[in-house]
């Protein structure tokens, strides 16, 4: 069995702009969320109870790597870096799901966090699951153990519900933070760490990243013809269509068909139909 635990290097304690809410990484506080590590914890953990091997899948730059050793102080059999250019949510699934599925790994089950520290959106693991083709249990405060590529988890619900789930590989798990503390390293370990290779993977470009929208959407603006007058006055009625008839508010009740087509035929009538 191999069970690989995907984690992200990502800035823990970015500087905020208290009046403009503009996030600036800081550089100095870089590593591995908290859920992250209870990742690596969980992985190791089945690995124990499986007698499997856990690689570390690891989307971050090249200052990853002194983390990516001290998990492989902490009992990793391996650890992959991919460079993922900054990619998120889909696009970081998108990027990973390759590697995870290459012919020299083939893991059986993925443990994630159950969010990253910078974005938060914890829409990774659901996108990877649809990638690789595996059962998917997200958001879980319990991980157990049973036969080989089986695990009894439970979920964390809405309004204090808990929901149990048996799962088998292949399948993929995120976790929150409080599942597992990562184990401590020995002094020997570490040591014996600090020279390790760490194998680096390039993730497929990305053909597209939509930049963050922050503003409200808006509809495109409708195409009118100038206004015709030889007054100002006879300009601006026209525009602003204050001699015209307006249609009054009028309720329906119609089956679905004919309610589609008075949508319709009322949005042509505005104009925002040809």
């Known amino acids: 069995m191999l069970i ?32 992250d590590r209870s990742a690596v914890e969980v992985a ?12 570390v899948v690891c989307a971050g730059p090249p200052a990853a790597e002194s983390g990516l050793r001290d998990l492989l102080a902490a009992g990793v ?16 699934a998108g990027v990973l799901a390759p590697v995870l599925s290459a012919a020299d790994l083939g893991v059986d089950v993925v443990v994630c966090g159950d969010l990253s520290a910078d974005r938060g959106s914890g829409t990774v693991p659901a ?17 157990e153990a049973r036969g080989p590529g089986a695990a009894r988890v439970v979920r964390r619900l809405d309004g204090g519900r ?16 409080s599942v597992g503390e990562l184990r401590r390293a020995s002094l020997a370990a570490s040591l014996a760490a600090r020279d390790a290779a760490v194998e680096v993977r390039v993730g497929r470009p990305e053909h597209h990243v939509e930049p963050p929208r922050l503003r409200p959407w808006r509809p495109p603006a409708r195409v009118l013809a100038a206004p015709s007058g030889e007054h100002a006055l006879d300009r601006v009625v026209q525009l602003t269509g204050a001699l015209v008839d307006r249609t009054p508010p009028r309720t329906l009740e119609l089956e679905p068909p004919e309610a589609a087509e008075a949508i319709l035929e009322q949005l042509r009538a505005w104009g925002y139909l040809p």
């Open 127 to 143: 996108f990877l699951a649809h990638h690789l083709g595996a059962a998917q249990a997200l958001g879980l405060i319990q991980v």
């Open 44 to 55: 190791l953990q089945l690995a124990d109870a499986w007698d499997g091997e856990v690689v």
């Open 77 to 92: 059999h391996r650890v992959v870096r991919v460079e993922h250019g900054g990619a998120s949510g889909a696009s970081a």
């Open 4 to 35: 690989a635990a995907c984690v992200k290097w990502a800035d823990l304690r970015p500087e905020i702009d208290r009046v403009h809410g503009t996030v600036t990484p800081n550089g100095r506080d870089d590593g591995f969320s908290e859920a």
């Open 162 to 177: 808990r929901e149990v789930l048996d799962v088998e590989a292949p399948a993929v798990l995120s976790v929150e933070g």
